[in-house]
Every structure is written in C-alpha cells, then in structure tokens.
C-alpha cells in the first residue's frame, strides 16, 4: 500500500514538474487558433537562448517585427530548436511586421522576402502594416528620409496600396493571417470597408494606463482579435518615440492586488489582460521573469478588483513623435500634446 502510495506520488511529482504550461487561445474570423499569451522581442537582439527558453516553458506566440532588428537571431534560435527537439515549425505562431518606410509595394515585397528569409521560413503567421503613418525610405538602406529638425518625410502611399499587397501574399498562403499596428478607429474601419480580406488582428498599446477599452469593442463588432502591447507598462521602454514618465507597477491598486493575491505585479497585470479576453505580448529575456508571467492560470482577478484597474489615469506612452508630420497620423491627443514640443530624440 505504502509503496504504491509513494509510486503515484512520485509519478505525480514527475508530471507535475515536466508538464509546460497550456496556454488558452482565442479564435480568429479565419478559424486560426490565436495563444492569448505570447512572448514580445522588442529590444532583444542578444539573447536567442530566451526565444528558446519561452519555448520550453510553453510560450507558443513570438511578436517580432522587421524594425526590432531581431529576425535573424529568431530565425537561428527557432531552426536550432527544431532540429534539437520535440516542436516543430507549425507548433509556433509568429508575428511579424512591415517597416513603416517600406510600403511602396516594390518595397514591400522586397522586405517581405527577406523577413521570410531571416525568420528561414516559407510562411509567417501573423503580418502586420507596423504603423499607419509611412515615410520615405533612404536609397539602399534600412532608414526612413528625415528633415533638417529629424521628423520623418512623410511618403505618399495610400493604406489600400499597402493593404492589397498584404491581401495578395495571404491568398499565396505565405501570411495565415493578416492586420494593422497604431491605427486609428477610422482608419480600421476604412481598411475594413474596402478590404477583399478583413483584417484578422489589430495589435495596440494597452496597459492599465491606457486600457483601449472603446479600441478593443470596436474590433469585437468587426470580429478583430485584439494583441495588447507593452502590457506591462514597457518598464525597458527607450525614450525614442515614447514617454519617459509612467510606472503602471507603482500605481496602488496594482501594489495592494499582488499583496491580497500573493502575486507579483506583473501577474496581476497580465491577468487582468487574460480576463479581458485577447492577447498580451510581454517581452522579457529573464529566464525567472519569462516563467513568472506565464503563471497566471492558477488564480482569479474577481469583477471589483478588475475595475479597481480600470479606474486609473489614461495616458499613452508610446507617441511615435517623429512621425508626427504624416497626415495618417492616427492619434490626435498626441498631435495636440506634442506638435509643438521638441522630439524626444
Ligand atoms: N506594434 C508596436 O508598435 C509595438 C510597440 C511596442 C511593443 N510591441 C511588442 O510588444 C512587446 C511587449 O511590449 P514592450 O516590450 O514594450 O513592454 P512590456 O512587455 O510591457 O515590458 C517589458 C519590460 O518589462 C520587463 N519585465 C518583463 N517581465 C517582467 C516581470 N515579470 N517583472 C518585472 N519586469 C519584467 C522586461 O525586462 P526583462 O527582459 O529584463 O524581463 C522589459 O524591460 C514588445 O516586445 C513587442 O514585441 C509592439
Ligand atoms: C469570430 O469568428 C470566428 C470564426 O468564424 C468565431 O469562431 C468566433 O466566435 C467569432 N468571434 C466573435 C466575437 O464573433
Ligand atoms: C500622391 O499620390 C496621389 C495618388 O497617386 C497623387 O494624386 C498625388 O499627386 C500624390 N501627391 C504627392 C505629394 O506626391
Ligand atoms: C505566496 O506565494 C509564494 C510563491 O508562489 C509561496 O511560496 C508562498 O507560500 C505563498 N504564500 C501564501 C501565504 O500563500
Ligand atoms: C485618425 O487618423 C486620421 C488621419 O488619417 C485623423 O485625421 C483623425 O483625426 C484621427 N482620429 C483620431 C480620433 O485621432
Ligand atoms: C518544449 C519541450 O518539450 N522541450 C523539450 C525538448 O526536448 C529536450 C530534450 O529531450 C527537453 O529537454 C526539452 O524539455
């Protein structure tokens, strides 16, 4: 009896320990199963062994985008992965998106093929136009044209140019699903009106300090799946093109639920997203950080501490200042607040 008992103990302990993690997913008008807990790569271009990490903890859902500069070392870490493991190519979800001084459609394509070649892909899951507002490209390089004070030179390509070259390579099969980075509602729903294939996904700032809760009805109406970024509050944020100022950790109601719920902040914040219903993307390339936000699913935000989250000062932290001077420019509350004001270069 006693050594039986101790058998299934430890068979239980084996389990419990090897299992990684399930991660829910939400669907797409496609039908394509989308994780609602992915891992975002902004400003990791030196730790590929945290792509692989992610992995073995369950992370399913890599954001990337051809600005991060980070391709070719996912691309590496994903193909050393494979040929050393248990997941193969279709077991991942990638994101990825189109440099906003890339959308003449010559350009696209160009950047498209070797996006597919960084990654060592023949599809992405996921591609995104990475910003409404678009600039002229320097000939030969990776860099948009700027004027004498550093603002973007504006291009001229209209967003139904970019969107039917992002159509074309999703009826080819090489993108499963397609959509849209800082837009505004107007500029959705006009893409929407005119688009032979919907968008699938819409991928926005949203964080207790700016939660997007008119954004993520909006794209419910339309049956858009919505991916939260920076939502944690971008705590490793550089200052180019973003706010220097807001800690979504130091605001109290995050502080006192991590306490009552003996969590950290950052589970208490990532939990809030779950409970919202769409996806969140932190980034981290700390092997404690990348299991602590994955551990979420062992406890329950109830209805009046959600809204103790909700009740927080708005404010956006991203504000893409040197795009200021495109007229797609998506965000009128940071025309009014920073057109005047010096770049934050
Ligand atoms: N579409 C767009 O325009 C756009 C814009 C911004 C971001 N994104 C995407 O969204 C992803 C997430 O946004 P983000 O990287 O700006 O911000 P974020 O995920 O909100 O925050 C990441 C920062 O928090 C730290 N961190 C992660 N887990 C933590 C934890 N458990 N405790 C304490 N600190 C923790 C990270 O540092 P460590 O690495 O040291 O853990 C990093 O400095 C990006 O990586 C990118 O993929 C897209
Ligand atoms: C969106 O479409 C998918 C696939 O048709 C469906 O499974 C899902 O329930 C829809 N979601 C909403 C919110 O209508
Ligand atoms: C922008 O493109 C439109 C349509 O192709 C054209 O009519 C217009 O003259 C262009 N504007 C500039 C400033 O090049
Ligand atoms: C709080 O969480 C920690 C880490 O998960 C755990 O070790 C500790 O026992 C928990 N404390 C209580 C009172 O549940
Ligand atoms: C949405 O973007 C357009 C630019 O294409 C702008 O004219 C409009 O004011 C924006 N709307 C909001 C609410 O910011
Ligand atoms: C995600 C996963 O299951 N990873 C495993 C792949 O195989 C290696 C070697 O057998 C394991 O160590 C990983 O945990």
């Given at each position: 009896m006693l050594q039986q008992f101790i058998m299934l103990t430890l068979m239980l302990c084996t389990i419990a320990l090897t299992k990684t993690v399930e991660i829910p997913f939400v669907t797409m008008s496609n039908g394509l199963k989308f994780p609602q807990l992915g891992l975002g790569t902004w400003q990791n271009t030196e730790h590929p062994e945290a792509i692989k990490s992610a992995l073995d903890l369950g992370y399913r859902l890599i954001d990337t985008a051809f600005l991060y500069k980070n391709e070719k070392m996912i691309g590496t870490a994903l193909k050393e992965y494979f040929e050393a493991g248990n997941l193969t190519r279709k077991d991942v979800f990638i994101t990825s998106k189109l440099p906003y001084y890339a959308y003449k459609p010559e350009d696209a394509e160009k950047y498209i093929a070797r996006q597919l070649e960084s990654l060592q892909t023949d599809y992405i899951d996921l591609y995104l136009i990475h910003w409404s507002m678009c600039a002229e490209r320097k000939t030969d390089k990776d860099e948009p044209v700027t004027d004498n004070d550093g603002y973007h030179v504006p291009c001229n390509v209209s967003h139904s140019e970019v969107w039917k070259i992002l159509e074309k390579y999703y009826e080819k099969g090489t993108f499963k699903a397609i959509g849209?980075?800082?837009?505004?509602?107007?500029q959705i729903q006009t893409i929407?009106?005119?688009?032979?294939?919907?968008?699938?996904?819409?991928?926005?700032?949203?964080?207790?300090?700016?939660?997007?809760?008119k954004m993520i009805e909006f794209l419910r109406a339309l049956n858009i799946s919505f991916t939260a970024y920076a939502p944690i509050g971008s705590r490793g944020r550089d200052k180019s093109?973003?706010?220097?100022d807001g800690d979504v950790f130091e605001q109290t109601p995050v502080k006192e639920l991590a306490e009552k719920y003996n969590k950290t902040r950052a589970q208490i914040l990532l939990r809030n997203h779950l409970q919202r219903g769409y996806t969140a993307i932190p980034k981290s390339t700390n092997p404690k950080h990348l299991a602590e936000n994955l551990d979420i699913f062992d406890f329950e935000l109830s209805p009046e501490d959600m809204k103790k989250l909700d009740n927080i000062e708005h404010k956006r932290l991203f504000i893409f200042d040197k795009a200021i001077k495109s007229p797609e420019f998506p965000f009128k509350d940071v025309v009014d607040e920073f057109a005047d004001k010096p770049l934050t270069l």
């Open positions: 849209l980075s800082n837009f505004n509602e107007t929407y009106d005119q688009a032979e294939i919907k968008p699938h996904n819409y991928q926005g700032e949203c964080h207790i300090l700016f939660p997007q809760t093109n973003t706010r220097s």
